[in-house]
């Protein structure tokens, strides 16, 4: 046996003694000797079956089936693409092909040959504001463009390596406060650079003597202006800060808080005199960042909403559990805890809510139908596994609000009963992982879990299950197949979880939507929660808001506002001025829902009825440069790469329906094609096993009803929103300048650098991405 | 005990009966291909859907549990669509043949590969059994005939097709040597005028008297055989010719010489037989004359059925169109006396039925080494003592082992094929993309393993599982591109160390049987 081997072994044993070695355990460990040796090595496989009873059968379906596993050593840093909804319109697909051409990948190979990198897709990285999004291990770079390809690695490069100055913030109670600075810690935040600013406001108040606290806060839900810092001076007044620079904190900071001594503010000036000259960079103000908000772009933003899953935004610490009960936290848990199982559910029955993972099933319902099963034990889960492309509620939530999640948990178990409830958590959603299990601490510490938590007699402990990459465990059968250490098949319902869960126990399994709605409904009543909303659709909803907007982020509205409300009020309208084509609501499971529907009322009946469905909440706008083919073709491109492979209608059904995508896009589709794209849609529909496969014709079976002329259109030869690359050409018009700057970007030389003269492509040439047009100073290049 | 009504019959079942069961005791059978009996249901082929009457939804009727006041259609124009729309989306990936090529290009539809198997096991007895299942004339047509079949070989993409044609001369001569008569069946009491003794005729008349009816035949010269009688005695020895005619014409057939059939003859026999059989060779104005339809070509028949403008006759060979290929008017003959007979029994004339074969045309490169993996390597053979006295016992075993097996070998028991032939499913028409390639992965345990043929049902998986197997046979990766093999690479042996026998037995296709399975016999 070699050294190596010898080594992979010795490892592979340390981690099932940490794991354990049931098949329960089966995925942790691979996550685990992934992490150790950044793929499965098979002989630390091998080793694992002969030492477990875990079999090589179970091994290789379960590493083959998650996307998180690699059975192949990869480069030293990853390369992420996050190609979700937001990125795909806004040209995630080029920025993919700029990175292979940079690094010169050909054949389906994704390492560049020094090792370094290697490239990969990801459906979605839950910062649809910032797309297209670029994740290089953990820093995301947002709103990349193919030029900027360099840069990015560039930038990359020099921070490896680099530590942050040790953090010296200084604490309360030093010297007399004078006020607060607010950072958003949300990942939108951190992938806009938050983190950067975070530390230099901390390095900037070094040595000034200024004691200000310093407080992160979870999502301010306003994603579009990341990061945003607002400043609380010594007269409680308030001041909001719009997409900071980390060299703008010096001035912000100047702005409301005065050094403690002359000579200090003195030294801090000159410095800053110095720093200004030493550098050529030029930068605008900060004022013109501040936004205050009594403005009415802010209060718009705001004003339409209804905080209850996120209320306290952009206010409280997310971990800090004291100020969560200093604003009422836990007090929901309190008045439920002197209440009987069955008023607790009755309670939420009355109040009308309903599922927040998409289906809309009665939630005070299904705890009746759990707590009514017989059972040895019953499980608790909170879905987390927010799997939509262009969806990042559940990411916001379980960042921003874990003590929320986790009491309206505690409430549910109370009411059927349960002493064991896990999180299930997406593998793509680092951060809220590491908050959830802080706040699990936390909670313990205060006996908020464990045992006879406060003196009730009631005992529960949560725990987290990380997911490894699987869209389909979304759907509650899977999700406990996946928990059990299987292989993430859904399974034929009835009997539902309820019945027969978790190890064949009755099973409560809620969206953490839906958890985070609980508390409120006890500290404000049934009745306050069910006059939000319409009829059938009590309370709020929190969506996800990207694409095509002005203000993106994540909001939370009453039940039944309108398509049009979000979009224009809330969001600003169409980004640039551009015309208003449709909204994808409800990610690969929803539909496309045209500008004559904008008047929709969002609630569960409504969408259905258009031919979407609420989904998870993700909305993405779209305006009258996507290709409403393209769209269909990307939702099945997703809903086919994510198909579990266990029924012939998804599994095949996608797959044959996207190839007739494929041919439509490339200009080689025919009239047959569409009957037989409408044949397919409907069979997968009526014939799927689960909901992903039986909902994902939706975009097709909307985009075919309310924009069947594009499709025609397509076969006829034309994409007339100029997307489809196979259908399209690019071309120069007479406005050029000749400044050459399209023939500089041209990766593949079709455009012959001639300065001071009109440009021409080459179009045998071309490849279509995009770069000439981006660049173009005047609008010359051409698309038709 | 659980109520419920199954196309409108009520029936009781105990609770956690699934609709597949409670169905299954109605005697009503739900087609399904991926339930395993005894064991948990796994929903994955899907062909098993039945429609709820109440909502209009569909439901696995493998896995739902029958629930009370359920009401339940298996059958309406709804569920058999489902059928055939998942069966049609398997068949876009299912890479293999049922029939091998050679077998659908031969004109008479002969069962080579089989045949050449039996000659390779040195059975040349059963051998020429299988020949003579569409084959009237394989002595005479071994040495005529211009091999289509070997047109379609495999084989010839790695270098020569097997000969054929002369192994089938070779059976045939073995049993003419051995003077083998056929066995009498009883008599239908039915009876048949043959007029023409050339090779459709004589093959019309072989199985029709296999069936039992009473053939005729009117022959207008002295001597059986039409155009054959012209061939060259160095291509066809006449001691064949006639061994192999009169190997035919035994005493249950008559055979009435130099009876050329005029108009009012013509009549006669309509009125004396309960069908005629028209097999003149090519005389369109004769037919005229007699008051068929006819072109310049030939007699106008019903292509499915042969059935001329005239209700109980027929026609067949070169009557319908001039040709040089004996093998087809041996072929219509045999298709004749099959459509004949069941019209006969059942009263009602229908075509053939052309059954359902999965197909997926040429080989790739590396395909041909995996066909090469089970047959002989050597160079096609000559017949040492030349074409018209065909090959020796070990020429011809030698020959036949250089046949590929490109025919499944879970042909007859294959759930795929047999559903596909039921519900009408079409192969190609969601075929769209680039197919996977064909591999041949062979154990010692008497099992082949054809991944390309899997519909992924996870039956094999399943029972390794059960049986404990060391490594079992697992899913590979997910969604379309899903596969089913044995983990860590290992090879099928492994992965089947207790279960090959009863994985190839429940396996619903083709993709896991035994090496040595013979389901045509």
Request: charged residues 25%.
């Amino acid at each position: 046996m070699t050294e190596e081997n010898k080594n992979i072994i010795l490892l592979t044993d340390e981690i099932i003694a940490e794991k354990g070695n049931t098949k329960k355990a089966l995925i942790p460990i691979l996550q685990a000797i992934q992490d150790e040796f950044n793929y499965l090595p098979e002989e630390s496989l091998r080793r694992l079956a002969d030492i477990t009873a875990i079999t090589p059968a179970d091994i290789t379906g379960v590493a083959s089936f998650y996307h998180q596993f690699r059975m192949q050593p990869v480069g030293e840093h990853m390369i992420k693409i996050c190609i979700g909804t937001a990125c795909h319109v806004k040209g995630a697909m080029q920025v993919y092909d700029a990175f292979k051409r940079h690094f010169n990948f050909k054949d389906g190979n994704i390492t560049s040959e020094d090792g370094k990198y290697t490239l990969d897709k990801v459906s979605c990285l839950g910062c649809c504001t910032l797309a297209p999004v670029v994740q290089i291990d953990d820093v995301t770079y947002g709103h990349v463009t193919t030029d900027m390809i360099e840069t990015v690695i560039h930038d990359f490069e020099s921070q490896a390596g680099k530590t942050g100055k040790k953090k010296a913030f200084r604490k309360k109670g030093e010297s007399e406060f004078q006020g607060e600075i607010r950072i958003g810690l949300g990942s939108c935040c951190v992938a806009s650079g938050s983190d950067d600013v975070k530390k230099e406001i901390e390095e900037s108040v070094v040595g000034t003597g200024i004691n200000v606290q310093l407080k992160h806060v979870g999502c301010v839900g306003m994603c579009h202006q990341v990061p945003l810092v607002e400043v609380i001076d010594e007269n409680k007044q308030s001041k909001l800060y719009a997409k900071v620079k980390p060299q703008e904190v010096r001035q912000i900071i100047d702005t409301h808080f005065k050094p403690d001594s002359l000579f200090k503010r003195v030294t801090n000036k000159a410095y800053k005199l110095l720093e200004k000259v030493q550098t050529d960079e030029v930068w605008e103000p900060v004022e013109r960042y501040s936004i205050d908000v009594r403005d009415e772009m802010v209060s718009n933003f705001l004003d339409r909403q209804i905080p209850i899953a996120t209320e306290h935004r952009g206010i409280i610490n997310p971990l800090d559990i004291e100020e969560y009960k200093r604003n009422d936290g836990f007090q929901a848990l309190a008045e439920a805890l002197k209440l009987e199982d069955e008023q607790i559910i009755q309670k939420v029955k009355e109040s009308g809510l309903r599922g927040r993972g998409g289906a809309g099933f009665l939630t005070g319902m299904k705890w009746e139908l759990t707590k009514n099963e017989a059972g040895d034990k019953r499980y608790l889960i909170c879905n987390g596994d927010e799997g939509d492309p262009g969806a990042f509620m559940d990411r916001m939530l379980l960042e921003s609000y874990p003590y929320r999640v986790i009491e309206g948990m505690l409430i549910a178990a109370k009411a059927v009963q349960a002493d064991e409830g896990y999180f299930y958590i997406r593998a793509e959603y680092p951060l809220a992982v590491n908050r959830i299990r802080q706040a699990l601490i936390n909670c313990r510490e205060q006996n908020f879990l464990g045992d006879n938590i406060l003196g009730f007699g009631f005992s529960f402990d949560i725990q987290i299950y990380e997911g490894a990459g699987a869209f389909v465990c979304g759907e509650e059968t899977a999700l406990i197949a996946s928990i059990e250490g299987n292989r993430g098949f859904p399974r034929v319902r009835p009997p539902f979880p309820a019945k027969k869960g978790l190890w064949g126990q009755p099973t409560l399994i809620n969206n953490t939507e839906t958890f985070s709605m609980v508390p409120y409904i006890f500290k404000e009543g049934e009745n306050q929660f069910n006059q939000i909303g319409t009829n059938d659709s009590k309370g709020t909803k929190v969506f996800s808001l990207a694409g095509k907007v002005n203000r993106g982020g994540l909001i939370e509205v009453p039940m039944g506002i309108t398509i049009r409300e979000i979009v224009e009020e809330i969001g600003g309208g169409v980004q640039n001025g551009k015309k208003f084509k449709a909204v994808q609501v409800g990610g690969p499971s929803g539909g496309c829902i045209p500008a004559e529907l904008y008047d929709t009322p969002i609630d569960y009946q409504s969408l259905i009825e258009v031919g979407a469905m609420m989904g998870s909440g993700g909305l993405v706008v779209l305006d009258e440069t996507d290709c409403m083919v393209d769209i269909a073709r990307y939702f099945l491109s997703f809903t086919q790469d994510e198909s579990c492979g266990k029924c012939t209608f998804c599994r095949v059904g996608t797959k044959r329906m996207l190839d007739i995508l494929n041919r439509i896009t490339e200009g080689t589709g025919t009239k047959k094609d569409l009957e037989e794209l409408k044949y397919l849609a409907d069979w997968t529909q009526k014939g799927s096993l689960c909901n992903l496969g039986k909902s994902a014709p939706n975009p097709i079976i909307t985009t075919l009803k309310y924009f069947y002329e594009e499709y025609e259109a397509h076969i006829e030869g034309c994409c007339p929103a100029g997307k489809c690359a196979g259908l399209i050409e690019y071309s120069i018009n007479d406005e050029c300048i000749g400044c050459t700057k399209c023939a500089q970007k041209c990766p593949v030389d079709a455009i012959k650098f001639e300065p001071h003269k009109k440009h021409e492509i080459n179009t045998e040439l071309c490849i279509k991405c995009d770069a000439c047009r981006q660049v173009c100073p005047v609008d010359a290049v051409i698309v038709r | 005990m659980i109520k419920l009504k199954i196309n409108n019959k009520p029936i009781e079942v105990p609770e956690g009966t699934s609709i597949l069961e409670a169905a299954g005791k109605l005697g009503i059978e739900i087609p399904t291909m991926c339930h395993l009996e005894g064991n948990e249901h796994f929903t994955s082929c899907m062909v098993c859907l039945v429609k709820d009457a109440k909502t209009d939804k569909l439901l696995p009727s493998c896995s739902i549990p029958a629930a009370e006041g359920m009401e339940l259609i298996t059958d309406d124009e709804v569920c058999r669509e489902s059928r055939k729309a998942a069966l049609e989306l398997l068949l876009s990936e299912h890479v293999g043949d049922c029939e091998a090529p050679c077998q659908l290009v031969c004109p008479a539809h002969m069962n080579i590969p089989l045949m050449n198997r039996l000659i390779a096991a040195g059975n040349s007895e059963k051998a020429i059994e299988v020949v003579k299942r569409d084959i009237a004339l394989p002595a005479i047509l071994g040495r005529i005939c211009p091999a289509p079949c070997e047109a379609g070989c495999r084989r010839k993409q790695a270098d020569e097709p097997v000969s054929i044609c002369l192994l089938k001369g070779f059976v045939a001569d073995e049993e003419l040597l051995g003077k083998k008569t056929e066995t009498s069946v009883q008599k239908t009491g039915k009876k048949l005028a043959i007029i023409g003794a050339g090779p459709a005729g004589l093959a019309a008349a072989f199985y029709l008297n296999r069936y039992g009816h009473s053939v005729s035949i009117y022959e207008k010269n002295e001597k059986a055989g039409g155009d054959i009688l012209k061939i060259q005695e160095e291509v066809l020895p006449k001691e064949v010719l006639n061994a192999e005619i009169d190997s035919i014409l035994n005493s249950e057939i008559e055979i009435l010489f130099n009876s050329g059939i005029n108009f009012e003859k013509y009549q006669q026999l309509k009125s004396e037989f309960d069908a005629v059989v028209i097999a003149t060779g090519n005389t369109p104005e004769l037919a005229k004359q007699w008051g068929l339809q006819a072109s310049a070509n030939g007699i106008q028949i019903n292509k499915e059925t042969y059935q001329t403008s005239e209700e109980k006759v027929f026609a067949i060979g070169n009557a319908l169109r001039p040709s040089k290929l004996a093998v087809r008017s041996v072929g219509q003959g045999k298709e004749l006396a099959q459509i004949v007979d069941s019209f006969f029994r059942t009263d009602q004339l229908n075509g053939l039925h052309k059954r359902f074969n999965s197909k997926f045309g040429k080989l790739r490169q590396l395909e041909v080494a995996e066909y090469l993996k089970e047959s002989n390597k050597t160079d096609r053979l000559q017949p040492g003592k030349g074409k018209a006295k065909g090959f020796t016992k070990e020429e011809a075993i030698a020959e036949a082992t250089r046949c590929l097996h490109c025919d499944c070998r879970n042909i007859e028991s294959c759930k795929l094929r047999n559903l596909s032939d039921e519900f009408g499913a079409v192969q190609k028409r969601f075929q769209y993309d680039e197919r996977i390639s064909f591999q041949k992965k062979f154990s010692t345990q008497n099992i082949i393993f054809e991944p390309s043929k899997c519909i992924k049902c996870g039956i094999c998986v399943r029972i390794t599982q059960q049986h404990q197997e060391t490594f079992g046979f697992s899913f590979i990766g997910r969604g379309f591109d899903v596969r089913v093999g044995v983990p860590f690479n290992e090879t099928v042996e492994k992965g089947l160390e207790k279960t090959a026998a009863i994985v190839a037995e429940k396996c619903p296709t083709g993709a896991l049987a035994k090496i040595d399975t013979e389901e045509q016999l």
